[in-house]
């Protein structure tokens, strides 16, 4: 079935220091999004990638697709605390934009100032 | 606030219970989610709902039990679960049509089967 894996598991970073996690699709995408949960808190919204290459930058986050929209990052530059929490990307499922979303396990950030 | 509130907030019942997850969304959406969120899982999708109706059911038991009676409410049945079935049970909503198809998030209900 369709799937969609993301790494690493866990990071831990010292504040300042950089973040990177990386999504990949058993499937070809028509879109890829990015949720952040905080500790405790629910997955929120903060971005979708629909375009082949697509670089799309949020302050110190910088957010890509693939060329073959089958894989995606999500790059964090200069990390502080408030960045901890669990990033997940999720897909359509069945690559269909606007239903039911495939989500990855999520890659769990912890800084340590 | 995501403008999609869940009750209750902590939920513990024993195997025997019968009990049931409220979901209400403020934002005119036409889709509602629900998903599981254990421990060390991924967030699995239990149920979809377009326009009321069910599109989606991915293999969950038959114990838990979904409603959508309208576009802003949603609700899960609850009955004779079982311990592994604690987790975290959270409700989203959606547009189905436009560009961005994000997902809203409620806060989740904590549930613990004793």
Known sequence: ?113 | ETGVTQTPRHLVMGMTNKKSLKCEQHLGHNAMYWYKQSAKKPLELMFVYSLEERVENNSVPSRFSPECPNSSHLFLHLHTLQPEDSALYLCASSLTEGGVNEQFFGPGTRLTVL
């Open chain 1, 1 to 113: 079935g369709q799937q969609v894996m993301q790494i690493p598991q866990y990071q831990h970073v010292q504040e300042g220091e950089d973040f990177t996690t990386y999504c990949n699709s058993s499937t070809t995408l028509s879109n890829i999004q990015w949720y952040k949960q905080r500790p405790g808190g629910h997955p929120v919204f903060l971005i979708q990638l629909v375009k082949s290459g697509e670089v799309k930058k949020q302050k110190r986050l910088t957010f890509q697709f693939g060329e073959a929209k089958k894989n995606s990052s999500l790059h964090i530059t200069a990390t502080q605390t408030t960045d901890v929490g669990t990033y997940f990307c999720a897909g359509p499922q069945g690559n269909q934009a606007g239903t039911a979303l495939i989500f990855g396990k999520g890659t769990t950030l912890s800084v340590s100032s």
